[in-house]
């Protein structure tokens, strides 16, 4: 991985090179560790200015961009940076805080699609192992975490505080469907209100398509939508693979 990463960051100038990654289980461990990879094959590297990469971190769902773990950063990306802007947070999701952080410098990146970073998920991890309160306080935190990103930003790039608002608004009817029935329901609606109030003026007045704001503010105060919908998604889901079955 660490070759391919050191390639692709000296054929231009980039100021950050990145694989893919892939979680796995325990037992798929020695499976992935005995892999070899000769080059980049047929893998064409991409190319992304700041706002794409950025705009690619708040879309990605399946956190191929996320985390600074199987990223290669050049020095002077990182030189001149105080001691508290090099350094870790102790909050929910300190590596994306981090990387939003490093990348307020970054000029263009170059992207390796390979999956060769594998994250394995521990049985002893906090989400396996540890109680669910545990896990909750991490969702919860996780999404004060990403409001505060909003603070992150430059003046002069509105466009990023869009695209966190935006992904701030999917998380809480998210995050709230996910958390019905749960102990810890009502602290993260309570969360999730405070949150609401304090920036939905900025958000409907923000660049965000009407479309999208209508969806998600009715989510917000309609839950019941938001969970029609997720139903009727799973229905169609299993309808579509029953009938790729029986063809």
Known sequence: MLDVLIGAISAGDYDMS???NKKIEE????????????????????????EDYISLLFRDRMGFYDGPWHKLFRRELLLGGTKDFLEFKPIPAE?????????????????????LY???MRSSSLTHAQSQRGV?????????????FLDLFPEDKPQYKTMCLNDLYRRIHTYTYLARGTDYQDELRARCKEIYKKTIKEYLNSPVGIKAKVKNVVYYHCPW??????????LL????????IAK
């Open 118 to 120: 594998f994250y394995v």
């Open 136 to 148: 909750n306080a991490v969702i919860v935190g996780r999404l004060q975490t990403v409001f505060s």
């Open 95 to 115: 590596d994306t805080e981090w990387l939003i952080r490093v990348c307020s410098r970054l000029s263009k990146c170059i992207v390796v699609p390979l999956e």
């Open 225 to 234: 939508v938001f969970r029609s919908v997720v139903f009727l998604s799973e």
């Open 18 to 20: 990145m694989v893919l």
């Open 27 to 50: 037992d798929e461990r020695e499976r992935y560790l005995n892999c070899r990879i000769d080059g980049h094959g047929d893998c064409k590297p991409l190319v992304l200015s700041q």
């Open 237 to 244: 889901a299993k309808c579509k693979t029953r009938c790729s």
